[in-house]
């Protein structure tokens, strides 16, 4: 089986998440070790480039600026035909079809829940061609994967709003960075204890939020840990948390710095409003830190394993006894959850879940 990926809309310099591409990465990764996979990938001048093991055809233009994307994304699939499947991880169809089956992961709606709900974040121009191109590849793929069952539902509702008849669509989830450290026994000390937010700018982020039921809880006289943040803030946030007894924030960490961070925190606290899976979540618990997160969202999907670290955002009391519930696990347990939660969602079983997807498109 040839399957051949399409990369050239992929410029992680330019994006707003590294997170589709961390997806791609890693699923290459696994996928180049199958007997009977050959994989290969189409790239541009400017985006991702795989491993060196998956063969590489470059378009000879970049795809960073719109003129190269449109160029790329509405007909430059069709330079090389000789795969016996597509695989778009981004889940952009382009306008002209290969003549071989296609497979989209679509990894979430939010697209089109900015368009909604923060409409002001980008011009009602970009918003209106996005939208165009999501609904325009739901109903052109063979075959969909998805990262959650609620990702699911989120894609069978737009479907069902927009008068979409869309292709099978598969839930594939996905792995996450560090599962070899899932199960091992950390216990949780030091001088300086903390509890963990990887601030965003992105509204559905809720860091705000956040900020505001921590301050309504201290207002109130509970004793809460110091709250580190990382990440970049909006200067209205960066404001906010100013103003919070207890909190630190510092600027964007990768790498070993990040996961030292979060294997150092009490519990990481994941208000997302929005998720199609949730890494940080995963991450977190293999790294032996629990979360705490927001009920509703696929986030409590991933943790099942953990039901108490759930809370309303509108609920400070809940957020209260959400991180109670975290702090209060012993690092035994924290290990057992994170072993389930390996079980479920490794990389080889992405890959499994993967390879079954387009077996089926094939048939």
Same mark, same amino acid.
């Given at each position: ?11 992680? +310099? ?11 990465d %890693?699923?290459l990764?696994?996928l180049? !070790? ?13 985006s ?8 590489q055809? =470059? ?7 719109m003129?190269?994307r449109?160029v ?12 016996? /499947?597509? +695989? ?7 306008? $002209?079809k290969?003549?071989?089956p296609?497979?989209? =992961?679509i990894?979430?709606?939010?697209v089109l ?20 191109v999501l ?9 969909i994967?998805?990262?959650?069952e609620?990702?699911?539902?989120q894609?069978e509702a737009?479907?069902? *709003?927009?008068? $979409? ?6 839930? =594939? ?14 216990? *949780?000390? !030091? ?5 963990? +937010? ?20 201290q207002?109130r ?7 580190? $943040? ?5 200067p ?5 948390? %100013? ?30 409003? $929005? ?13 032996? =830190? ?11 999907e ?12 509108? %609920? ?25 939660? @390996?079980?479920?969602?490794s990389?080889? @079983? ?6 079954e997807?387009?077996?089926?498109? /094939?048939?």
């Amino acid at each position: 089986m040839h399957v051949r990926f399409y990369l050239a809309d992929q410029n992680p +310099h330019r994006d707003r998440s590294m997170g589709i591409t961390v997806y791609t990465d %890693d699923l290459l990764r696994e996928l180049a !070790g199958r007997p009977g996979v050959e994989l290969s990938a189409l790239c541009s001048r400017s985006s991702y480039r795989p491993q060196a093991s998956v063969r590489q055809h =470059t378009l000879p233009f970049a795809t960073d600026r719109m003129a190269g994307r449109l160029v790329a994304d509405h007909g430059a699939a069709l330079a090389a035909r000789h795969a016996d /499947l597509w +695989h778009f991880p981004k889940g952009h169809l382009p306008a $002209i079809k290969p003549r071989r089956p296609c497979v989209g =992961t679509i990894h979430d709606t939010i697209v089109l829940h900015y368009a909604e709900r923060y409409p002001e974040t980008r011009s009602a121009l970009a918003f209106a061609y996005w939208r165009r191109v999501l609904l325009a590849s739901l109903s052109r793929f063979d075959r969909i994967c998805t990262v959650s069952e609620t990702a699911r539902g989120q894609i069978e509702a737009i479907c069902a *709003r927009e008068d $979409i008849d869309p292709p099978p669509i598969d839930v =594939t989830y996905e792995g996450a960075r560090w599962e070899e450290h899932a199960g091992e026994v950390r216990e *949780r000390s !030091g001088d300086h204890p903390y509890v963990l +937010h990887l601030g965003s700018a992105l509204p559905h982020k809720r860091t705000a939020t956040l900020l505001q039921r921590w301050r309504e809880l201290q207002r109130r006289g509970v004793e809460l840990p110091p709250l580190r $943040i990382v990440g970049r803030l909006t200067p209205e946030c960066s404001t906010l948390a %100013d103003a919070v007894p207890g909190v630190h924030v510092e600027g964007r960490a990768d790498g070993d710095a990040l996961q030292a961070i979060i294997a150092g925190a009490l519990a990481l606290l994941l208000p997302s409003e $929005i998720e199609g899976f949730g890494l940080p979540a995963l991450e977190a618990f293999y790294l032996g =830190t629990p979360v705490v997160f927001t009920r509703g969202t696929a986030v409590q999907e991933v943790l099942s394993e953990f039901p108490a670290g759930a809370f309303e955002l509108s %609920d400070a009391d809940g957020l209260r006894d959400a991180v109670d519930a975290a702090l209060a696990l012993p690092p035994a347990r924290v290990a057992e959850i994170a072993a389930a939660l @390996r079980q479920r969602f490794s990389w080889a @079983r992405c890959a499994d879940r993967t390879l079954e997807s387009y077996r089926a498109a /094939l048939t």
